[in-house]
């Protein structure tokens, strides 16, 4: 079974601290991982792709990596924002256009 | 560039009615997939539509069905309404429905059921 998950589902930080939020999947045969953020009754925003191929990607205070062969991607935040606040989704496609999520950890950034 | 759009953003039904539930995805885009977002359950998967053809169905009863239309807009039927039914429906579209795209998400229906 293709199973993601993300520990722990809910942690506090104070805010200027970097944040890293991990996903594990039981299945390395992926064809990308995408990691997303959601608020309170909104629906998801992407915030990185990373090809199977790829090992990490970049965006602004965002960095994502990917380790198949351990079944393991890290989301890092760096300097955390009171706006970073929200749940963050792991994805992983397994091909057919067919996303499976992790239970996401839920961050609340601390003035 | 208008994002996926998705409508009605709330709803409450009683349990027996149905429901149907509409996406528009990014224009140009051809693949639309649906989710079913639960606190217990998480996100799961429903069903993908590219050019008018169900490619791909997830674990949920034959109560749940989708269609899309040729200008690639999608709409998700629910009958006969169940109080389990009650949930955040997303939508995804994505460029080409190859699954190196990546997908991109309207913020939901929120259904209640009652």
């Known amino acids: 079974k293709q199973e993601v998950t993300q520990i722990p589902a809910a942690l506090s930080v104070p805010e200027g601290e970097n944040l890293v939020l991990n996903c594990s999947f039981t299945?390395?045969?992926?064809?990308?991982l995408q990691w997303f953020r959601q608020d309170p009754g909104k629906g998801l925003t992407s915030l990185l792709l990373i090809q199977s191929s790829q090992r990490e990607q970049t965006s602004g205070r965002l960095n994502a990596s990917l380790d198949k062969s351990s079944g393991r991607s890290t989301l890092y935040i760096a300097a955390s924002q009171p706006g970073d606040s929200a749940t963050y989704l792991c994805?992983?496609?397994?091909?057919?256009?067919?996303?499976?999520f992790g239970k996401g950890n839920q961050v609340v950034v601390i003035p | 560039k208008a994002g996926v759009t998705q409508t009605p953003r709330y709803l409450i039904k009683t349990r027996g009615q149905q429901v149907t539930l509409s996406c528009s995805p990014i224009s140009g885009h051809r693949s639309v997939s649906w989710y079913q977002q639960t606190p217990g359950q998480g996100l799961q998967f429903l069903f993908e539509y590219f050019s008018e053809t169900q490619r791909n169905k997830g674990n949920f009863p034959g109560r749940f069905s989708g269609r899309q239309f040729s200008n690639s807009r999608s709409e998700m039927n629910v009958s006969t309404l169940e109080l389990g039914d009650s949930a955040l429906y997303l939508c995804a579209s994505s460029l080409t429905g190859d699954s190196n795209q990546p997908q991109h998400f309207g913020d939901g229906t929120r259904l209640s059921i009652l």
């Open positions: 299945d390395s045969a992926i064809y990308n």
């Open positions: 994805a992983v496609n397994y091909g057919n256009n067919r996303l499976a």
